[in-house]
Antibody
Framework: QLQVQESGPELVKPSETLSLTCTVSGASISSTPSYWGWVRQPPGKGLEWIGSIYYSGPSGPTYYNPSLKRRLAISVETSKNQFSLRLASVTAADTAVYYC???????????????????WGQGTLVTVSS | QSALTQPASVSGSPGQSITISCPES?????????VSWYQQHPGKAPQLLIY???RRPSGVSDRFSGSKSGNTASLTISGLLAEDEADYYCSSYTGSTTVFGTGTKVTVL
């Protein structure tokens, strides 16, 4: 059974880069083309899609929330069976529980649409503060 | 991209059925054919309940069902149980991004 687990610093200073890793267990991240994604949830608030990556080889496409695109990078590290998130120039508004998840995408024969997420990691609270 | 507007709260008694609505953000294109629904208990990660409007992942109870009418998607919980008390989020597409709903707190009376 596939499981994912987030790891990384719980406290990040303003203007620095937030880096998180998601470790995949129960399956090889490179065995089957798959989507992998990140979602965050500020304390007491709703969910926000951060971005997703499609791994089918060394340079899979990435899909980023336009509001975060300028600061965001998502990548896969197949040797460690992990994928990662890097969010630059963070502010207090980036304080949230960050979730990683296996993802999939709803597609027709001509176009792809929304991402869905299943299963999810337990989440990790990242606080941006000096 | 704004969050999809869901009712803040819905309540029901054990055994009853309740429905949570999720209006589409845009009427221009039928992005709501791919709505997903998630359940989130306090302090826990969300869990996928429904995708593509009405499909259930394996292991999800058939008490949860999804539908769509016009530009509004809906999640119905039948035979309400105490364990169904949680937050529920819809998710859809806005043309450039996946967006979640504002969330609905379900209370079992």
């Amino acid at each position: 059974q596939l499981q994912v687990q987030e790891s990384g610093p719980e406290l990040v200073k303003p203007s620095e880069t937030l880096s998180l890793t998601c470790t995949v267990s129960g399956a090889s991240i490179s065995s089957t083309p798959s989507y992998w994604g990140w979602v965050r949830q500020p304390p007491g608030k709703g969910l926000e899609w951060i971005g997703s990556i499609y791994y089918s080889g060394p340079s899979g496409p990435t899909y980023y929330n336009p509001s975060l695109k300028r600061r965001l990078a998502i990548s896969v590290e197949t040797s460690k069976n992990q994928f990662s998130l890097r969010l630059a120039s963070v502010t207090a508004a980036d304080t949230a529980v960050y979730y990683c998840a296996q993802s999939d995408r709803s597609c027709t024969t001509t176009r792809c649409y929304t991402f869905r997420f299943d299963p999810w990691g337990q989440g990790t609270l990242v606080t941006v503060s000096s | 991209q704004s969050a999809l507007t869901q009712p803040a709260s819905v309540s029901g008694s054990p055994g009853q059925s309740i429905t949570i609505s999720c209006p589409e953000s845009s009427s221009d294109v039928d992005y709501h054919d791919f709505v997903s629904w998630y359940q989130q208990h306090p302090g826990k990660a969300p869990q996928l309940l429904i995708y593509d409007v009405s499909r259930r992942p394996s292991g999800v109870s058939d008490r949860f069902s999804g539908s769509k009418s016009g530009n509004t998607a809906s999640l119905t919980i039948s035979g309400l149980l105490a364990e169904d008390e949680a937050d529920y989020y819809c998710s859809s597409y806005t043309g450039s991004t996946t967006v979640f709903g504002t969330g609905t707190k379900v209370t079992v009376l």
